[in-house]
């Protein structure tokens, strides 16, 4: 799976999941033609996917509301094996805690593997994992948010399948919830193979850079 992919599905899985649980809501806006509201079915459902798509993309829902904790403790860990294998480099330990808070060990870390195949192999399995584990998390949202808001359509003078849809969107919601560790631990374990290889055949390279980048830190 290459990055613009694995970008693009990013974009429109929770733009899908929107257009479908809120379907209904759309629908029944599109009733009040006479106070101003589109015919939800001139929009399209493509259309839906993409408008919802882009809304949820601007907002950054997924990493403030899920993503941010997690992504940035698999980052950490990226990090700490790396500073690990550049064990001797000069000023190491002095300069380690601002190493660990930017963004360049990260990109020492990127550049290696863009410039070895087997890497880049393995970082195609770290792509379909993330898609996976977004994914999931974006069902963790958009679950919470349909169920509270059949909920209150239901509290506002629905039937009893606005109960039952709360119910089940709920229910898969938490699920997914319980799901993402899982997905976490998948994605750092291969984060691992790759910090493997890098260790025990780039580890003069990985060495080499970090050294410029502290040098850099030091002008």
Same mark, same amino acid.
């Given at each position: 799976?290459?990055?613009?992919?694995?970008?693009?599905?990013?974009?429109?899985?929770?733009?899908?999941?929107?257009?479908?649980?809120?379907?209904?809501? =759309?629908? $029944?806006?599109?009733?009040?033609? &006479? /106070?101003?509201?589109?015919? *939800?079915? #001139?929009?399209?459902?493509?259309?839906?996917?993409?408008?919802?798509?882009?809304?949820?993309?601007?907002?950054?829902?997924?990493?403030?509301?899920?993503?941010?904790?997690?992504?940035?403790?698999?980052?950490?860990?990226?990090?700490?094996?790396? =500073?690990? $294998?550049?064990?001797?480099?000069? &000023? /190491?330990?002095?300069?380690? *805690?601002? #190493?660990?808070?930017?963004?360049?060990?990260?990109?020492?870390?990127?550049?290696?593997?863009?410039?070895?195949?087997?890497?880049?192999?393995?970082?195609?399995?770290?792509?379909?994992?993330?898609?996976?584990?977004?994914?999931?998390?974006?069902?963790?949202?958009?679950?919470?948010?349909?169920?509270?808001?059949?909920?209150?359509?239901?509290?506002?003078?629905?039937?009893?399948?606005?109960?039952?849809?709360?119910?089940?969107?709920?229910?898969?919601?938490?699920?997914?919830?319980?799901?993402?560790?899982?997905?976490?631990?998948?994605?750092?374990?291969?984060?691992?193979?790759?910090?493997?290889?890098?260790?025990?055949?780039?580890?003069?390279?990985?060495?080499?850079?970090?050294?410029?980048?502290?040098?850099?830190?030091?002008?």
């Amino acid at each position: 799976m290459s990055l613009s992919t694995l970008k693009a599905l990013r974009f429109l899985v929770p733009g899908a999941l929107l257009a479908f649980v809120f379907e209904p809501i =759309l629908d $029944s806006a599109a009733r009040l033609t &006479e /106070l101003g509201f589109p015919d *939800a079915d #001139l929009l399209g459902y493509p259309i839906q996917v993409v408008f919802f798509g882009f809304l949820y993309h601007i907002l950054n829902v997924r990493w403030r509301l899920v993503w941010k904790g997690p992504m940035g403790e698999v980052n950490d860990h990226i990090k700490s094996k790396l =500073l690990r $294998s550049s064990k001797g480099v000069e &000023e /190491l330990s002095t300069h380690e *805690a601002e #190493l660990k808070s930017g963004r360049g060990l990260m990109n020492i870390y990127y550049r290696i593997i863009d410039n070895d195949e087997t890497l880049k192999e393995k970082a195609t399995r770290v792509r379909f994992n993330g898609l996976i584990w977004s994914s999931v998390a974006d069902v963790e949202i958009v679950g919470l948010l349909a169920g509270y808001s059949y909920f209150i359509g239901y509290w506002a003078g629905g039937d009893s399948r606005d109960l039952l849809v709360a119910a089940v969107c709920l229910f898969v919601s938490v699920s997914a919830e319980f799901a993402l560790p899982h997905v976490v631990r998948r994605h750092q374990a291969i984060a691992d193979e790759q910090l493997e290889i890098i260790h025990q055949h780039h580890r003069q390279d990985l060495r080499a850079q970090v050294k410029t980048l502290i040098e850099g830190k030091d002008e």
